[in-house]
Each structure stands twice: as structure tokens, then as C-alpha cells.
């Protein structure tokens, strides 16, 4: 019932910023927990980012504490990672995903997930 349709992807580099977007279809947005993964090439997909329904609480991952921002607007049916001081370790395909709830869990069994958008850093 649920699409995420990523954008926002692109070159940069290092210690520049990217802002990206994930747009969710459906009127139920407000109740699912929303998160970010990345991967890079070669490697297994990460977790990055969640927010819980509300947007009241985030969970970040160590490698991204403090560099990236997630946030939501449940009236435009958004969720957004605002990433700065990006490092070439960043390089990876961004994906936007959502998870029936409330709360943000431990799990990375997400029930959809967007398409994905490429950010490369350049050094």
C-alpha cells in the first residue's frame, strides 16, 4: 500500500552536504516508522537512520552521529536526511524504507522500500 519514491542523490565533495527526500504514498504515513539504509558497492546493506512516528525520536548510526539529520513531515508524506561534512566512506545507494509502527525497533526487516538514489563524495 505504501510507495517511497527517493531523490535528492548526487556528486559531491567531501565535506560538502546533500538533502535527500523520500516521498510515501497512502494516508496511513503517520503511523509507520520510517529509516534510511545505504549500501556501497561490494558491501551488505546499513542501517543509517530512523524516526519513529511523530518524529519525536531518531536513532542514528555511530559512522553518521552528528553529521546527518533525519526528519518527517507527515502532512507532506516526507521524510528527509539532511547529511553534512559527507566523507567518501558515504559513498553508497540510499535507500528510503518504511516499517508498520510506532516505535523504532532493532530489526532491518522493513516492509517497503524506495527505489534508491546514488551519492557519491568525491575526495
Known amino acids: 500500500q505504501v510507495q517511497l519514491v527517493e531523490s535528492g542523490g548526487g556528486l559531491v565533495q567531501a565535506g560538502g552536504s546533500l538533502r535527500l527526500s523520500c516521498a510515501a504514498s497512502g494516508p496511513t504515513f503517520s503511523s509507520y516508522v520510517m529509516a534510511w539504509f545505504r549500501q556501497a558497492p561490494g558491501k551488505e546493506r546499513e542501517f543509517v537512520s530512523a524516526?519513529?512516528?511523530?518524529?519525536?525520536?531518531?536513532k542514528y548510526a555511530d559512522s553518521v552521529k552528528g553529521r546527518f539529520t533525519i526528519s518527517r513531515d507527515n502532512v507532506e508524506n516526507t521524510v528527509n536526511l539532511q547529511m553534512t561534512s559527507l566523507k567518501p566512506e558515504d559513498t553508497a545507494v540510499y535507500y528510503c524504507?518504511?516499517?508498520?509502527?510506532?516505535?523504532?525497533?532493532?530489526?532491518?526487516?522493513?516492509?517497503?522500500w524506495g527505489q534508491g538514489t546514488q551519492v557519491t563524495v568525491s575526495s
Open positions: 524516526i519513529n512516528w511523530s518524529g519525536a525520536r531518531t
Open positions: 524504507a518504511g516499517r508498520r509502527g510506532f516505535e523504532i525497533v532493532d530489526v532491518d526487516d522493513y516492509n517497503y
